[in-house]
């Protein structure tokens, strides 16, 4: 008995003990910005431009086809809805980086990182899934082109855009509660111009195994999505090529060029981002390859949907000159 009543004395100290040695920090400090410490301003209205147009860009793409009645179709409507999560997916950290840029104490609530965190990789994940389904919507579309009004019904592809969204945001749940509940006693720098999981788990004063886990699950994640999405367009290409027509050859690849362009920024600077595991990069490498991710993916997004499709460019036409588009097709009949 009086063992037991010893251990429990033993464990009751040593958690006393802890509970002194440690402080509990409740805000965070960005370092991700350190070789920018004499010039801030400089690349506060760059990147501020490149938010603005991100923010109008999208928004131009988004109510383009939500007004445009020739466009309601499953691929418009996935790429609008890929268009208004980017506004949101930005929003997550560019206002941050904005005012951390101009800021002396570049700092964020223990809170706020944790929000930051979840909606920024939410967001993420929404659009991953997304990019997958509208991969399988091209293979579909191309690979089985008579079957594909029944199968690709506009109920079906409200419940897959529905479900992207759905799913990204509860997948990333327990990861963030988990989170919360570690001890965090200093130091409180994260060395990243926003809240990431790597970042904020090597701050923990707790086993940092974790992070390998973490890493294993984004990795699977990462690679999934990427099989499905090469296998869909290897099919894709080996159909196209065996099309006779030059002519219909060149009309479906140009449906998909948008989307694999899209993709291949995408995954591209996210498997940068998380498939490198241990391996470690220099500061302002790490920065670049976050702003690629973060900031330039989405600049892009747009620019490829409007500038390379003409449906789109006829839709935005008629979204800012509606009365000129409506003389033009009236000229034209």
């Keep these: 008995m009086s063992c037991v009543f010893l251990s429990i004395a033993l464990r009751v100290a040593e958690t006393m003990v802890r509970i002194n040695q440690t402080t509990t920090v409740t805000e965070f400090l960005f370092t991700g910005f350190p070789q920018f410490e004499d010039g801030s301003l400089l690349f506060f209205i760059p990147l501020f431009v490149i938010y603005i147009f991100i923010v109008i860009g999208n928004l131009t793409v988004f109510f383009a086809v ?8 499953p691929m418009y409507n996935f790429i ?45 994940n929404s659009e991953g899934i997304l990019l997958t389904t509208m991969a399988i919507d091209r293979y579909i579309a191309i690979c089985n082109p008579l079957r594909y009004p029944t199968i690709m019904t506009a109920r079906l592809c409200a419940q897959l855009s529905a479900g992207s969204c759905i799913f990204g945001f509860l997948v990333l749940l327990p990861e963030i509660a988990w989170i919360s509940t570690l001890p965090f006693c200093g130091p409180n720098q994260i060395y990243q111009i926003f809240c990431d999981f790597e970042p904020v788990l090597r701050l923990a004063c707790t086993d940092t195994s974790m992070i390998l886990i973490e890493d294993v699950i984004h990795a699977v994640a990462i690679i ?34 948008a989307h694999l362009g899209v993709f291949l920024m995408f995954y591209g600077s ?46 935005i036409k008629k979204l800012f000159c509606p009365q000129k588009t409506v003389n033009l097709s009236s000229d034209q009949r």
């Design 66 to 73: 939500m007004m445009d009645t020739r466009l309601h179709n």
């Design 80 to 124: 609008s809805i890929f268009s208004f999560l980017e506004i949101w997916y930005t929003t997550a950290t560019i206002p941050k980086m904005l005012s951390n840029l101009i800021s002396r104490q570049r700092t964020i609530s223990m809170i706020g990182c944790l929000l930051q965190m979840y909606f920024f990789h939410s967001l993420g």
């Design 224 to 257: 999934f999505s990427v099989l499905i999405i090469a296998l869909s367009y290897i099919r894709i290409i080996t159909v196209i090529l065996r099309i006779p027509s030059v002519e219909g050859r060149q009309k479906a690849f140009s449906t998909c060029a």
């Design 270 to 315: 996210v498997s940068l981002m998380y498939l490198r595991f241990s391996a470690t990069f220099p500061p302002i490498l790490d920065t670049a390859i976050a702003l690629m991710f973060a900031v330039l993916a989405p600049f892009f997004n747009p620019i490829i949907y409007s500038f390379r499709n003409k449906d789109m460019k006829i839709a």
